[in-house]
């Protein structure tokens, strides 16, 4: 059972950035292999929606309204996604969950809890 922790959120004023991160790991302590890390969010009173994603090989895919702003990365090593949101606006509010999808040893997909993003005008 893959768990995972993100970091990062807070408060903030538009136009400025900040920084999320999820890491994932075994409680057993076995090996995982994860494939798509996703980014996605659920502004108050809104659907959750795809903010981006990497695949493994580093591939990455952004929500429209944050292209530009937002840069996704991963660390394979040490099961890590990173969302540096930059050019806040207070449309980016919402509750920000890390997604990821697990090939080995099997099939799977883990959530975050969420980490809560506010920003002020």
């Known amino acids: 059972q893959v768990h995972l922790v993100e970091s990062g959120g807070g408060l903030a004023r538009a136009g400025e950035s900040l920084a999320l991160s999820c890491v994932a790991s075994?409680?057993?302590?076995?090996?995982?292999?994860?494939?798509?890390m996703t980014w996605y969010r659920q502004p108050p009173g809104k659907q959750r929606e795809l903010v981006a994603s990497i695949a493994r090989d580093g591939k990455t895919n952004y929500g429209d309204s944050v292209k530009g702003r937002f840069t996704i990365s991963r660390n394979n090593a040490k099961n890590t996604v990173s969302l540096q949101m930059d050019s806040l606006k207070t449309e980016d509010t919402a509750v920000y969950y890390c997604k990821m999808t697990q090939i080995t040893p099997k099939l799977a997909a883990y959530w975050g809890p969420g980490t809560q993003v506010t920003v002020s005008s």
């Open positions: 075994e409680i057993s302590g076995g090996s995982f292999t994860i494939n798509t």
